[in-house]
């Protein structure tokens, strides 16, 4: 069974920072594309950033020098390094995979449940 399940999400104040986890299973982590989407309240889903198999990442502009993205495959985990963070990026954060560079922004194949992050003074 796929599983993708993410922590380290909670309650900071602006400019505060949080690192994200998410542990992977049931798949061939180390071949995929792995991403972080965050769906604020009420609004839609966002991508954030994305690393493939290779090691090379991208970012949405809004994160860029803020965010760190990264993975450990040895132990099927990837990781979402939050700093300076903004009241309006309050949102549930969410762990995707795909089995393609293309897909890791625009068609994913799994999905976690989601962690929160609130970013409130």
């Known amino acids: 069974e796929v599983q993708l399940v993410e922590s380290g999400g909670g309650a900071v104040q602006p400019g505060g920072s949080l690192r994200l986890s998410c542990a992977a299973s049931?798949?061939?982590?180390?071949?995929?594309?792995m991403s972080w989407v965050r769906q604020p309240p009420g609004k839609g889903r966002e991508w954030v950033s994305a690393?493939?198999?290779?090691?090379?990442?991208d970012y949405a502009d809004s994160v860029k020098g803020r965010f760190t993205i990264s993975k450990d495959n040895a132990k099927n985990t990837l990781f979402l390094q939050m700093d300076s963070l903004k009241p309006e990026e309050t949102a549930v954060y969410y762990c995707?995979?795909?089995?393609?560079?293309?897909?890791?922004?625009?068609?994913?194949?799994?999905w976690g449940q989601g962690t929160q992050v609130t970013v409130s003074s």
């Open positions: 049931g798949f061939t982590f180390n071949r995929y594309a």
């Open positions: 690393i493939n198999g290779g090691g090379i990442t």
């Open positions: 995707a995979g795909a089995t393609s560079w293309y897909g890791a922004r625009y068609a994913y194949d799994y």
